[in-house]
């Protein structure tokens, strides 16, 4: 791992004696885990109804979007733009830049964009998501990752969280934009989507919502959207890949906890359990694979408007609770803003279960703009994903929402695995030194 020490081979022997206690700690936590998972999820009576697509919206975009491959093909993709026209797509551009400073202002940005078109469904799910790369970033500087990683694999993993967020937002944020300016107008403007290097994928997935108001097919189209918008420029982008994709720790990432999206909410079953939220959400398997990133996006999608509990709870939550990038704006049960220990001392497990040990302090977890200023985000590399119907037309379909899909005490789990693996290295160092 980025800050640990490799142990040599005479050292081995040591080491081995060192941490004969650890294979019973690594028992005993696979036991706690087992016990912790089971009953997971929330109690549910009725089966929860899938996220529909209809037929009627895929005959339309495959029309659409047959419509679109033939104005590439004649080179026929965009018309000149008015004096009117050039106007909204400057101030688009500016408002769009000025939101893109930072994770939090971004977050925010998505929120506002919510309360006011509440039938942009994919509005609160980047909302959400947002606050879970915020969360992200400040981990790399608080209590926990910094004990397991180098300054340089964090300044790098930040990078690449800032980078991937950045974009998806550069791109997608004027669409909202420019679809609340139609509203205003109360004519469509869709046809400026290419002066804006909107993909041809989106135009006749706008143009049909603008018609019809097919929340869950714009969600769909826009997940899709966005997970091939950063394909080549993060995902397959060969110095993201050397220094993050590629490298030991970030393919165990499950210890990072950076493949967990989760979102707060009280289920209705557990309101006797305490005041603190639940997290619904899932694990993101294989970030290298476009087709799962997809239908992870999707199905994080069908737990936020599929269960009515999470929904509630996550309105709840967001409307009543400012993002800060610290983790305390969920759990200020596990985590604060304010360092309670020096970071220089030895560490000393403090989870137990899903609480804190008795006199122990919580979790350093700082605000996003305490430990990361702003960056700019460096210019976009210009293409359109878009070249054929068949590819993204597969992930057009309804839903189901998946089971279970609350992951609280996975989280719990997986803080607990991050101390193990603090505690461990701490002893390797120990013993070669």
Known sequence: MGGTVKPSGKNMKAVLNKMRGLPNAV?????QQASLLLDSSPKIGDPL???????????R???????QIALLQSGVVSSPLS???????????????????????????????????????WALLAHM??????????????ELLPHLISNELAQHLFAFLERANGLIFQDAYPQLLLYGESKRRKMSLFHLLPHLDISFWMAPVWSDFWTHRESAALTIALIVNEQNYIEKRIVKNKLIQQT????????TQAWLQLNQIGFPFFPASNETQG???????LILENFASLTERIEFGKSLYAILFGAPDVLQGVLRFATTTPHTGSRSDYWSHLFARIRKTPPDKKYQERLDGSALKKGTQPFYSPTLTSVWPDRSLAPVEPGDWFTNVKKPMVHMHSIPIPIPYDLTKEVYFGLSKIEL???AAQAIKKVIR
């Open 61 to 67: 975009l495959e029309k659409g979007l047959k419509h």
């Open 49 to 59: 109804e899938a996220i529909p697509v209809t037929t009627a919206f895929i005959g």
């Open 244 to 251: 993050v994709l590629n490298t030991p720790l970030f393919k």
């Open 27 to 31: 028992a005993q936590l696979f036991k």
């Open 421 to 423: 693996g603090i505690v």
């Open 129 to 142: 998501v947002s606050r879970n790369g915020g969360w992200c970033m400040t981990d790399l500087r608080g």
């Open 83 to 121: 004096t009117a026209e050039k106007e909204i797509v400057l101030r688009i551009r500016e408002k769009t830049q000025w939101e893109n400073r930072n994770n939090v202002t971004r977050t925010n940005a998505y929120w506002s964009c919510y309360q006011d078109h509440p039938e942009l469904h």
């Open 275 to 281: 005041p603190q939220p639940h997290l619904a959400g």
